[in-house]
């Protein structure tokens, strides 16, 4: 096999526009050109060496012209150019100019500038000639005792890099280290030669680590992270150790840098599992969070405190941090809040539940308060969502909650007060000693109310629960000043006339005629809210659900109809007498027939559609039977409370399963014991090495848990570019990993000529940009060789990578190719990316998925085309092969009906939304396939289409 991955170590962009220039002139300016015109020739000479041109006439002329020179930046190109001139003849030996070459770098590790001698020992790394480095090794010794620490702390990494290549030129490099070591002040020099002698003579670095483990805290922060690399390192290959090291790593929890006290508290996590461990290293991630001004660093950090948190072992001692972890919630990034909040309700306990609620009163204030962030009614709703969490899992303090959220109806945040309403209901309903108080703080903030959502479920909420004569009176009352006058069209149209005087418009005396217990009506004056004129407008303020109604929202009224409806029904169960009956009756018809005027009046902006219309007719209706039927009795109070307790106790089933679910097993039965002075160090998960697994996770070699082992190996994903009978065969393997694209091409030579320049050219379609081209190559027959291609990506897109294979023989003869017959061409087949290796499942609310719906400006619809028969079958083939997740609850897809419609949702690696709809049936009483369309919408053209597409593929497979 032919080597092609060499060592590579500087790229430069050759501009496509740039003149081109030949050799001669090149070497005539580089011989007779003044300083400028040799470093703009030595220039353009490295760039089109490095772009595949053989100059090797340039060799000479370069060791007699330009090297004697003393120019830094001609010695810095030439540094450029040593490391990409061939320096071997044609049978592989040494040329003989570089003996020349190989003096001038003597001359430069000697040089008084310790810049230059500091560059030139970094150019010595990347040496791969031992011929070369041999006459140099006493000048590189020699520089491990310069003044200046940029020499010595090149010379050591030069010394470590020749040792691990070529150990035969320095063979006492670890103890010269070791040595050097002892009496090194720098710390750059003493990471430098340390992380050497962790790699070459662990023993070495243990002993120079035990001798000045004392002194570990006054060391710089890049000395103390390769520190903790070791001591992580040591303990996990000899866990006998982890006594000699790990008080060290107690002392780095308090580095004053950040990153080892990270470092070090992940470190204490993976060596020891004691309380006192486990507490040190939370402090430390906790305090990190705080003090560090990084969002991504604190998003970071939570995770690890959530990581910790899914332990069961850790989550006692967690459980005693949780008030720190809420000092969390002074950073102003809204994600970190949420994160925050979700690990401290999975730790908070019945012992500090009532502490933590205390802080969450304390946000809420300082959330309502005007001069917040943009983020700030977001923030509202989360902390309304962890207080509703945390009285349902603990009613003892739901008595401090209910007040603090109630206020929140009257609030310009509906999303929050909506959250509000869902917590009062389960609230109402499951804890009964708490009802009047819900039902007092409701009745008193009604009238502040002025959303037309929140108050149509207020209303729905009252009409249910108040079951007491007193509070039902109430309501009503609540009613006729949230109306006003009535009737409304007779009060209007004195509005509209102007008949009512000015002194009445500013301070309105409304005459209200109320119920009072006897059965009696009375009078009561009323303040019309905040009265007087609107700004700017001559109209005066109308109360609440009159402007609602006027601005043509009549559904409102049939929440309205139903909640009197109710209130009715009971007040006729409550009071024996039928003059009081019948008065109640007559008054919640007054209101009803009085907006069903309205509605057919032409005053409001719109006019009432024909369902509320209906609706309120039929409560009317019902209305007149109320004292006589018993059987509407039973089916609007008691069959209807019975519903939303089957609607509720669903919900709550349905959340528990989804909880069991996401814990899952902790242990299986069959799960082997593991024993850690048993243990090898690679019988166990836990026994991994974290810094190799992090590694090779951000290299991606890592599988993917729940990956089939036979579809994860590299043959599942090798993609054959050209045909067997081609000149050049071409395979690629291609590699995912998060933002880049790895292309492994395997590319073989099937001619019995040897391919000289060969070139793998490749062109994108999509969002794809290539970041690394592969250099050119030199194949004998049926050799072969592998190179590399690494592409970018840029948005969730379907993208397509086309190329082809340029080469010439080495004969002359020609297979296919131009005029000249001197480059042949194999053209290769495409290579499409897959949307889905950037799609993951994701899950949000019913209320965030039809906000969402509303906002997406692209949608695609996909008419379903498969031979499935099953509706639930086709489903969770949707879900598999779109990597979405179904939100439809799992009881709502129960049952035969002939008819299914779900929605899913999946977000990509680049923050985008991807919404589906799925709407099917099935003809009765057919065997045929499923039908319906799948209707998807995204914020962007390209997520919407490139998952149609999927979708499209994915049916056509489906067999």
């Known amino acids: 096999m032919t080597v092609v991955e060499q060592a590579c170590y500087t790229l430069i962009n050759i501009p496509h526009d740039s003149e081109p220039i030949s050799e001669m002139q090149l070497r005539q300016d580089l011989e007779k050109g003044e300083t400028k015109v040799k470093i703009e020739a030595l220039k353009k000479a490295i760039c089109f060496m490095l772009n595949g041109e053989k100059m090797p006439s340039l060799l000479m002329t370069v060791i007699r012209f330009v090297m004697p020179s003393q120019d830094h930046t001609i010695k810095k190109l030439l540094l450029l150019f040593w490391e990409i001139v061939p320096k071997n003849s044609a049978d592989g030996k040494l040329l003989q100019e570089m003996i020349l070459v190989c003096d001038a770098y003597r001359r430069d590790l000697q040089h008084p500038n310790e810049y230059i001698r500091g560059s030139t020992l970094r150019f010595l790394c990347k040496l791969k000639e031992p011929d070369l480095l041999e006459p140099l090794m006493p000048a590189i010794r020699a520089c491990l005792e310069h003044r200046i620490a940029y020499v010595r702390r090149n010379a050591v990494m030069a010394i470590f890099i020749i040792y691990k290549n070529f150990e035969h030129l320095i063979p006492d490099a670890p103890q010269l280290i070791a040595e050097y070591l002892e009496g090194e002040q720098d710390m750059s020099c003493k990471r430098n030669a340390f992380m050497m002698l962790i790699q070459v003579d662990q023993e070495k670095a243990l002993n120079y680590l035990s001798s000045v483990i004392e002194q570990v805290n006054s060391f710089g922060d890049i000395l103390q992270l390769v520190i903790v690399e070791l001591i992580y390192k040591v303990c996990h290959a000899n866990p006998a150790e982890r006594a000699r090291f790990i008080r060290c790593i107690y002392n780095l929890l308090n580095s004053t840098s950040a990153s080892v006290r990270y470092e070090a508290a992940g470190t204490l996590v993976t060596l020891s599992s004691a309380p006192t461990a486990i507490r040190a290293a939370a402090g430390t991630y906790i305090d990190l969070v705080i003090k560090e001004s990084d969002n991504n660093v604190k998003l970071i950090v939570l995770d690890r405190l959530a990581a910790l948190k899914d332990v069961p072992q850790h989550q006692k001692v967690l459980q005693e941090l949780v008030m720190d972890i809420l000092r969390v919630l002074s950073a102003s990034d809204l994600e970190v809040k949420r994160k925050t909040l979700k690990i401290v309700l999975d730790l908070v306990s019945s012992k500090n539940i009532r502490e933590m609620i205390l802080v969450l009163k304390k946000e809420v204030s300082k959330s309502t308060s005007p001069t917040g962030h943009e983020d700030t009614e977001k923030y509202r709703q989360l902390l309304v969502q962890t207080l509703h969490q945390c009285s349902v899992r603990f009613p003892d303090v739901a008595s401090d909650i209910i007040p603090i959220l109630v206020e929140f109806l009257s609030d310009s945040n509906e999303p929050a007060a909506a959250d509000v309403l869902v917590f009062v209901r389960e609230?109402?309903?499951?804890?009964?000693?708490?009802r009047p108080l819900i039902l007092a703080k409701l009745l008193e903030v009604f009238p502040t109310i002025r959303s037309e959502k929140i108050l149509r479920s207020t209303l729905w909420i009252l009409g249910e629960y108040c079951i007491d004569p007193d509070n039902i009176q109430t309501v009503m009352t609540l009613v006729r000043q949230s109306l006003g006058d009535l009737p409304i069209v007779d009060d209007e149209m004195k509005r509209a006339s102007g008949e009512m005087e000015q002194e009445d418009i500013e301070m309105q005396n409304t005459v209200q005629r109320l119920v009072t217990a006897d059965g009696t009506y009375a009078t009561q004056s009323a303040f019309v809210a905040s009265g007087g004129k609107k700004k700017g407008n001559s109209e005066p303020e109308r109360p609440p659900m009159r402007a609602l109604l006027i601005e043509g929202d009549f559904f409102i009224a049939s929440a309205l109809g139903t909640a009197l409806l109710k209130q009715v029904f009971r007040y006729v169960a409550l009071v024996p007498d039928p003059l009081r009956q019948n008065r109640f009756v007559a008054e919640a018809m007054y209101i009803l027939s009085s907006i069903l005027r309205l509605g057919r009046s032409g005053l409001t902006k719109k006019a009432i559609n024909e369902d509320d219309l209906d609706r309120i007719a039929l409560c009317i209706r019902l209305l007149s039977e109320a004292p006589k039927n018993e059987m509407l009795h039973q089916i609007i109070n008691i069959e209807s409370r019975n519903a939303v307790s089957s609607m509720l106790s669903v919900n709550k089933m349905y959340e528990e399963k989804a909880k069991e679910k996401d814990k899952g097993f902790t242990v299986h039965v069959d799960d082997p014991i593991s024993f850690g002075q048993l243990v090898g160090s690679s019988d166990f998960g836990e026994k991994e090495d974290q810094f190799d697994l992090t590694l090779k996770q951000a290299i991606g070699l890592l599988v993917k848990k729940g990956d089939d082992a036979a579809t994860s190996t590299k043959l599942h994903k090798v993609v054959q570019l050209s045909g067997f009978s081609d000149p050049v065969y071409v395979e690629a393997y291609v590699n995912v990993n998060q933002f880049d694209i790895v292309l492994d091409v395997l590319i073989v030579n099937q001619t019995d000529d040897t391919l000289q320049n060969l070139n793998l050219e490749l062109a994108t379609i999509g969002d794809l940009r290539i970041v690394e081209k592969p250099s050119l190559l030199t194949l004998a027959a049926h050799d072969f060789a592998q190179v590399k291609a690494i592409l970018k990506v840029g948005s969730t897109d379907n993208g397509i990578v086309f190329g082809n294979v340029v080469y010439e023989l080495a004969s002359g003869r020609a297979i296919t190719g131009d005029a000249g017959g001197d480059r042949n061409v194999v053209i290769l087949s495409d290579i499409s990316v897959d949307i889905m290796d950037y799609i993951v499942p994701a899950s949000c609310t019913d209320s965030d998925f039809r906000?969402?719906?509303?906002?997406?400006?692209?949608?695609?619809?996909?008419?379903?085309?498969?031979?499935?028969?099953?509706?639930?079958?086709?489903?969770?083939?949707?879900?598999?092969?779109?990597?979405?997740?179904?939100?439809?609850?799992?009881?709502?897809?129960?049952?035969?009906?002939?008819?299914?419609?779900?929605?899913?949702?999946?977000?990509?690696?680049?923050?985008?939304d991807a919404l589906a709809n799925l709407s099917i049936e099935k003809v009765p009483g057919t065997d045929g396939p499923v039908q319906g369309h799948i209707r998807i919408r995204a914020k962007s053209q390209g997520m919407a289409l490139s998952l149609g597409e999927k979708i499209n593929a994915a049916q056509k497979i489906r067999s």
């Open 427 to 434: 609230a109402i309903h499951r804890f009964e000693g708490l």
């Open 851 to 912: 906000k969402m719906w509303a906002e997406f400006e692209w949608e695609n619809k996909v008419s379903v085309n498969t031979n499935i028969a099953d509706l639930r079958d086709y489903l969770q083939h949707l879900i598999k092969t779109t990597n979405m997740r179904c939100l439809t609850a799992e009881q709502a897809l129960q049952g035969e009906c002939g008819f299914l419609a779900a929605n899913l949702y999946a977000k990509s690696l680049f923050g985008e």
